[in-house]
């Protein structure tokens, strides 16, 4: 399945003392399944899963929130470089690849000096578009925002 990531940093009044990094991660498609029953509801499939794998909705995007996202056991986010990761547990590939063309000064030092990475995974979100906040946003209202937390490792870029 094809998948992207984009990194970005989030700070109470640019301190860096409580910088958080973090990457959302979206999908090229959407899996919904459904009940034949009447009235039933879609289920996004990965959203789902993702909830069994300890990933958490969250229900806000304020700091305090992203820094009480649940660690993903066994997961971790191995930086490559300076723009590359790759984020799993032991034996499985949730995402390998690039972060884009504009990771945020400090991303890199932060995830590592912090110990904690927030990976927001986020369904029928294109990275692509100008308006990410607002998709972030109603994918917020609407279930489809989880998040987790991964110890990140990796060599600081000099």
Do not use: C, K, N
């Amino acid at each position: 399945m094809t998948a992207w990531a984009s990194p970005g940093l989030l700070s109470a009044d640019d301190d860096p003392a409580t910088a958080l990094a973090y990457v959302t991660v979206t999908f090229a498609v959407t899996v919904e399944t459904g009940d034949p029953h009447p009235a039933a509801e879609p289920v996004d499939a990965i959203i789902s899963a993702l909830l069994g794998r300890g990933f958490a909705m969250l229900t806000s995007m304020d700091p305090g929130a992203l820094r009480a996202a649940p660690a993903l056991p066994g997961w971790s986010g191995v930086i490559t470089g300076e723009d590359r990761i790759r984020l799993g547990a032991p034996g499985e590939q949730f995402y390998d690849g690039d972060l884009g063309a504009a990771v945020p000064a400090r991303w890199r030092s932060t995830a590592l000096t912090r110990g904690r990475l927030v990976v927001l995974v986020a369904t029928r979100l294109d990275l692509h578009r100008d308006d990410r906040a607002e998709q972030a946003h109603s994918a917020l209202h609407d279930g489809r925002l989880l998040a987790g937390q991964v110890p990140p490792r990796g060599s600081p870029v000099p």
